[in-house]
């Protein structure tokens, strides 16, 4: 697995808080299927594996994302902090900063396919706001 361990370079583990877990683009990429899925969220690698079966959205969305970058399509959806809230106990390491985008990839219409399930409501966001 192509990871870099921040704080790892001598072998030894020096902290649980100190230590982030690094992952290439092509090592989130294999992970898009029901088996494993990985999803990147602002710069933030999450593996929704075990998520799938509980995503209120449904999870057909979060198959349509496996292995790539949903930050648009995750900001599209108008999800609540309590969602946001939720990503960190998927949170497994942060993309290796070679494949970060300038804007840590939320902005670029070529590779963040906006979310393409039909007819999604967003009266979450109208009743929150
Ligand atoms: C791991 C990442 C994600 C988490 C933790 C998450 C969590 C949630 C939660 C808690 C809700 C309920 C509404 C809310 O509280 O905002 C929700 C709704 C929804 N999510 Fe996600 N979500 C994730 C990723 C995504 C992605 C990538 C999409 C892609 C389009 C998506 C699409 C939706 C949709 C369509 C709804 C239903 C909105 C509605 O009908 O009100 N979610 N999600």
């Known amino acids: 697995m ?4 921040a704080s790892d370079s001598d072998g030894k583990r020096q902290g649980v808080e100190n230590s982030v877990t690094y992952y ?3 090592e989130v990429a294999k992970r898009n299927s029901m088996k494993e899925i990985w999803l990147v969220i602002h710069g933030r690698v999450y593996d929704i594996t075990r998520f799938l079966n509980e995503h209120p959205g449904g999870e057909e969305v979060l198959l349509e994302q496996a292995g790539a970058d949903a930050s648009e399509s995750f ?4 999800h609540s902090s309590d969602a946001r809230e939720m990503l960190k106990q998927y949170y497994i ?10 804007d840590s990839g939320s902005k670029d219409p070529s590779k963040d396919a906006p979310c393409k399930r039909k007819n999604y409501t967003l009266k979450r966001t109208v009743l929150m706001s």
């Open 2 to 5: 192509a990871t870099v361990e």
């Open 24 to 26: 290439r683009l092509e």
């Open 93 to 102: 390491g942060d993309v290796h900063p070679n494949d970060l985008k300038p």
């Open 75 to 78: 900001e599209d959806v108008g």
